[in-house]
């Protein structure tokens, strides 16, 4: 099976700009989250949906994400305006309902440099 | 509150060598621990889990993780390091006990092997 896709691989945008980041989950998959991982630093949780709704968005920083899962396929991390700090690699995990105990699925990450 | 840390930020071995990664967990139920790895480019892989049973477990790759509920620790281990095991390594609690709706990583142990 395909695993989870995320795009683009890197993205260099500058102070202010807008930048939005795209997870597509394994099929089939419900459950959908987002981690960050700021440099250095440990890899943080920041939402999760359920098909198209959001469980837990505990980990969003501020209202300048914005996350989206239209139609509990693939889902959008929007950023704006974007900041210096929001550099990181933001990771997309998918895993199915049914097999809670076998861990996430993760994509290769979204490696985000803000100038 | 959950929060796992792993001391060690780098770590050389020698091919052929032995190996163990350090991670300690404060957690206040029952954890569910997990460590994966990240080689350059990749995703996170998971490696190995740990839900209850045998608090010794036998991963992919020649991986083992020891639990000790004495120590908080959830040490990675290896008897002979490959030269392909260079990579960063997270241990992570999952919270929750029927959906790992989110992890709790660590800063993670970048693991470099000498020929």
């Known amino acids: 099976e395909a695993g989870v896709t995320q795009f683009p691989s890197h993205s260099v945008i500058e102070k202010g700009q807008t930048v939005t980041l795209r997870c597509d989950p394994i099929?089939?998959?419900?459950?959908l989250y987002w981690y960050r991982r700021v440099m250095g630093k440990e890899i943080k949780f920041l939402l999760h949906?359920?098909?198209?709704?959001?469980?837990?968005e505990s980990g969003m920083p501020n209202n300048r994400f914005l996350a989206e899962r239209t139609g509990g396929t693939y889902s959008t991390l929007k950023v704006q305006p974007a900041e210096l700090e929001d550099s990181g690699v933001y990771f997309c995990?998918?895993?199915?309902?049914?097999?809670?105990?076998?861990?996430?699925?993760f994509g290769s990450g979204t490696r985000l440099t803000v100038v | 509150a959950q929060s796992v840390t792993q001391p060690d930020i780098h770590i050389t071995v020698s091919e052929g060598a032995s190996l163990e990664l350090r991670c300690n967990y404060s957690?206040?139920?029952?954890?569910?621990l997990f460590w994966y790895v990240q080689s350059p480019g990749q995703g996170l892989q998971l490696l190995l889990k740990y839900f209850s049973g045998d608090t010794l477990v036998q991963g992919i790759k020649g991986f083992e993780a020891e639990f000790k509920r004495s120590q908080s620790s959830f040490n990675l281990r290896k008897p002979s390091v490959h030269w392909s095991d260079a990579a960063e390594y997270f241990c992570?609690?999952?919270?929750?006990?029927?959906?790992?709706?989110?992890?709790?990583f660590g800063s993670g142990t970048k693991l470099n092997v000498k020929p």
């Open positions: 949906f359920v098909k198209e709704s959001k469980q837990d």
């Open positions: 099929s089939g998959h419900d459950n």
């Open positions: 957690y206040g139920a029952t954890p569910y």
């Open positions: 992570a609690v999952g919270a929750q006990r029927i959906s790992f709706n989110k992890f709790y």
């Open positions: 995990a998918s895993s199915h309902p049914g097999q809670p105990n076998y861990g996430y699925t």
